[in-house]
Structures are given as C-alpha cells and as structure tokens.
T-cell receptor
Framework: NAGVMQNPRHLVRRRGQEARLRCSPMKGHSHVYWYRQLPEEGLKFMVYLQKENIIDESGMPKERFSAEFPKEGPSILRIQQVVRGDSAAYFC????????????????FGSGTRLTVV | KQEVTQIPAALSVPEGENLVLNCSFTDSAIYNLQWFRQDPGKGLTSLLLIQSSQREQTSGRLNASLDKSSGRSTLYIAASQPGDSATYLCAVRPGLTGGGNKLTFGTGTQLKVEL
C-alpha cells in the first residue's frame, strides 16, 4: 500500500502563474481532504471531496483556488495567479468511507507539496 | 467554532525523561482525536487515534488519554529518545452532525530531546 501520494514535493512559481498540486489517495479510500500549513501556523482545512463531488469547501479562499477529484485520476488543487501569500505547505489526506465500519476512521496524510512563490 | 490549543509550544528535555504534551479543545462534541508527528519539511505521521468513547490508547512508549467532558487530551512519551524530536500535533474530528469530516488542528508542540 503506497499510502497517500502527493506530487510534486516542491513547486516554485512566479507571481501570476498557475500552480497544480496532485494527490492520489490510499487504495480503498474515496474521501480526499486538502489542508494548508502557512509558515508558523497550524494546518487549516481547505476542502473535502469525494469522487466527482465537492462535499465541503468552506476553507477554500473565495478566489483563485479550486479543487477537483475526477472519476479517474488524482485529486487536483489548482491555484491561479499565485501570490507570495500562497507560499505554504499543502497537505492531502484520505480516509475510507463511513460505511466501511472502520472504527478507527483515521486520516492518512501525504508528505505534502511545498509551494514557493517568487 | 472548535479551537484546539497545545501547551507547551516548545519543549526541550534530556534523553530518557518522561514527558507529557497537552491538548485542549473547546467543543466536546467530537468523534475522535488523533495525535500526529511532523518532522521538519515532512508530512504527518499518525501516532494514536482515540475514539470519543475511549479513555486512552497505547502504542509502544506512547500513551494518549482523552477526557472529552473537560476537553483535554494528553500524550505521554516514556523514556524519550533523540529520535522523538519532532513537532507533535493533535487534531479533533467533530461528530457526524457537526461537519464530521474536518479536522481542527492545534498549532503543535515542538519537542527536542537532547543527548
């Protein structure tokens, strides 16, 4: 089991460019979450997705940020027209569905993508 | 709105010492609480998960307790080693009727175990 795979590990973008962050959940996990960790701050929830559906995007900035989890392929977090304040570590996590009866129902996190905007 | 606080923010101890990390949360209506470890520049590694109906969980030298009614959890590390040096994060997951899929994280305790 390869765990949650995120790529790239490091991403450098100039102001105004687009950043695309990818996340492949653990095998058997159909729920994906994105969190952002700003320098010197804790992890903040951004968005929760299931296949082809955004369930909760209450933590997403209103503009420039979008997320998807298509039927096939990884989940994508897209940041358009990046600014220096977007520099952060972006973590993806996955979990199994509620109905699997997995009492632990813990989250498994990926290693993150560190975005630097120059 | 759930708020999670971790005390102390940083801790430095000599090798071999037993230590306790604290986590408190404002809303006791949680589904579970999870302790993570984060090494510099790395991702999060899950250490222990405690369901809301449980009082404690143990794994090796780690023991986590949960007092839901008072909104507190502790992570006890026995016989600390330099390899334990990392940032320790606690995160609470709300109940199913409270937006049950968003973890709220504390800001962490940065632990350094010295030789």
């Amino acid at each position: 089991n390869a765990g949650v795979m995120q790529n790239p590990r490091h991403l450098v973008r100039r102001r105004g460019q687009e950043a695309r962050l990818r996340c492949s959940p653990m095998k058997g996990h159909s729920h994906v979450y994105w969190y952002r960790q700003l320098p010197e701050e804790g992890l903040k929830f951004m968005v929760y997705l299931q296949k082809e559906n955004i369930i909760d995007e209450s933590g997403m900035p209103k503009e420039r940020f979008s997320a998807e989890f298509p039927k096939e392929g990884p989940s994508i977090l897209r940041i358009q027209q990046v600014v220096r304040g977007d520099s952060a570590a972006y973590f993806c996590a996955s979990s199994p569905p509620f109905w699997t009866g997995d009492l632990n129902y813990g989250y498994t996190f990926g290693s993150g993508t560190r975005l630097t905007v120059v | 709105k759930q708020e999670v606080t971790q005390i102390p923010a940083a801790l430095s101890v000599p090798e071999g010492e037993n230590l306790v990390l604290n986590c408190s949360f404002t809303d006791s209506a949680i589904y579970n609480l999870q302790w993570f470890r984060q090494d510099p520049g790395k991702g999060l590694t899950s250490l222990l998960l405690i369901q809301s109906s449980q009082r404690e969980q143990t794994s090796g030298r780690l023991n986590a307790s949960l007092d839901k009614s008072s909104g507190r959890s502790t992570l006890y590390i026995a016989a600390s080693q330099p390899g334990d040096s990392a940032t320790y994060l606690c995160a609470v997951r709300p109940g199913l009727t409270g937006g049950g899929n968003k973890l709220t994280f504390g800001t962490g305790t940065q632990l350094k175990v010295e030789l």
